[in-house]
C-alpha cells in the first residue's frame, strides 16, 4: 500500500507551568509538534501505525521539547529531548516504528555533532532535527487561541530561523509573564 507522503513542518507552541516547585518560580515550556500542510492547514499525522508511516518514518505524536526558568529567560532553555508525547496503545508494530524513528534521530545528531560540534542552545536542536527530518519550514500560532488548527493564523518560518520563530514566541510570553 503506497503511503501519501507529506511535507513535514514544525509547529512550536509555548506555556508557562506556575508553581511547579511550590514556590514563585514559573517554568517556560517549549513544545515543538511535527504536522504536516494540507490545503494550507496544519494537520497532525495519524497514529494508526501504517497511515502514520511517512518515508519509512513514525511521525504521530513526535515532538522535541526543552523547558527553562521565567526567572532566567527562555534564552536560557535546558532539558531538550525528542519523544513521543501521549502515545496511547502503543502495540509492537507502532513502537518498532517509533524506536526506527528515534533511532534515526540519533544518528543523524551524531553525525551532526562530529561535523559541527556541540550543540549550545535550542533553536539548534530544533534545527539539527528539522533538517534529519526533511521540515520544509516551522508554524508559530500568531492569532487565535482555538484547538481547531483551522481557526488560528500562523507565522511561517524558514528551517534556518527557528532562533527567530522562538525568539518571537519567547518573547510574547515574556510579556505575558511580566
Known sequence: MEVEKHERYLLLSHEIVRGLFNDDRDIGVFTVTFIYLSSGSPRNFSNNVF????????????????????????????????????????????????????????????????????INDFPTYVIRIANIMKVAGILVRNSGNSYSYDDNIYQQYAVGEASSAIHALGYEQKQLVS
Open 51 to 118: 497511515d502514520a508511516q511517512d518515508e519509512g518514518d513514525y511521525m504521530s505524536s513526535l515532538t522535541i521539547r526543552s523547558q527553562y526558568g521565567t526567572d532566567k529567560g527562555y534564552e536560557t532553555a535546558y532539558g531538550w529531548s525528542v519523544e513521543y508525547k501521549d502515545e496511547i496503545n502503543v502495540d509492537l508494530p507502532k513502537a518498532r516504528a517509533m524506536v526506527k524513528t528515534l533511532g534515526k534521530i540519533e544518528r543523524g545528531l551524531k553525525r551532526c555533532a562530529e561535523k559541527w560540534g556541540y
